[in-house]
């Protein structure tokens, strides 16, 4: 059974969060939801130096001093947001929950957002970041971490690296990645009433600001269609309750049939990414797993191509240019 403060918290989404989606939700009532949402749920941070910082020309803040990079090694962390929000108490919190458990100095970048940047700027962004750190004093990231939409682009980054040859990180950690926009998961029908976080309003309405009009089984906007092999050791966490739960149970089967380490914890009864909810006493105990994960596969980075009939080998700009001309036939939910 869940804590009584999960619980409480799942009570608490239901009421706030669920219950706005409705069809044409405007994106500035969305932000203001997701803001109230942010004071709520961030918890007090912990100490940890903070630097602000531009990367690839993006803003971005180090978390955990300098010295950590040097010594341990970095980890790259994309936060969520359904491509088009970011909450930055939450993730400020996280970030340096993450650097203080692992010894790692993590880096959060704010990558451009829906609908002002559409798809592939949060894409484009967020593989420029990587590569910086790839060129960069300290190489490549011993681990890259993201959740929901965070985690569809750290798997859309590793894609793109392995592709372009670029080293890749030692492990990847995705909560609650959204890996699926065409919405094919069984889970989307068998937890709909069940998820204290989304509805069909939402999954309808998110993916409409982020890539209107698109192909949504493009693997740069679903990655669980895409390559899955020579990635580097993916840890998957969940609430079991989740609408986006086949999102991660499939990605891992995926990843274990292109020959892919993976390994996935599925949490009784947890709203989606609830690691990034501090209060809750199975947030503490899943950064404990996070980290002790990492360690666990903590070597240096390895350089890894894309196999010769990789049919998703392709750049951005090429990719972006065959989704705009393939209008989307939405499945049924």
């Keep these: 059974m869940p804590s009584l403060r999960a619980r409480l918290t799942n009570a608490l989404l239901r009421l706030t969060v669920r219950r706005m989606w409705r069809p044409g939700l405007p994106i500035e009532d969305v932000r203001t939801h997701a803001a109230r949402s942010d004071a709520r749920l961030a918890g007090r941070p912990p100490r940890c130096p903070v630097e602000l910082t531009e990367v690839a020309g993006l803003r971005a803040q180090w978390f955990g001093a300098p010295e950590l990079a040097v010594r341990n090694g970095t980890l790259l962390y994309l936060h969520g947001g359904a491509w088009c ?4 108490r939450t993730y400020t919190a996280f970030s340096a929950a993450l650097s203080n458990a692992t010894g790692l100095r993590v880096l959060m970048v704010e990558y451009r957002l829906a609908p002002e940047h559409r798809f592939p700027a949060g894409v484009d962004d967020c593989f420029a970041t990587y590569r910086a750190l790839v060129d960069g004093p300290h190489g490549a990231p011993v681990a890259i971490a993201g959740d929901s939409a965070g985690g569809s682009l750290s798997l859309v980054t590793m894609m793109r690296a392995r592709d372009a040859g670029l080293p890749l990180p030692a492990c990847a950690v995705l909560l ?17 009433a069940a998820d204290p976080m989304f509805s069909d309003a939402s999954m309808d ?15 740069l906007l679903s990655p669980l269609f895409g390559n899955w092999a020579g990635l580097p050791p993916l840890y998957f966490l969940a609430g079991s309750t989740e609408m986006l739960l086949d999102d991660s149970v499939r990605a891992h089967d995926r990843a274990l049939q292109a020959g892919t380490k993976s390994h996935i914890d599925v949490w009784w009864q947890l709203p989606h990414v609830f690691p990034v909810m501090r209060t809750l006493p199975e947030a503490r105990a899943a950064l404990r797993s996070i980290a002790a994960f990492i360690a666990q596969h903590r070597t240096l980075p390895r350089a890894v191509s894309a196999p010769a009939t990789d049919p998703f080998g392709a750049t951005i700009a090429h990719a972006a240019e065959t989704v705009a001309v393939e209008p989307a036939d939405r499945p049924s939910s």
């Design 85 to 88: 929000m970011h909450l930055p």
């Design 176 to 192: 609650s990645p959204s890996t699926d926009l065409t919405s094919s998961g069984p889970s989307m029908r068998y937890n709909a």
């Design 205 to 219: 309405l998110l993916p409409d600001i982020y890539c209107p009009g698109l192909d949504r089984s493009h693997p």
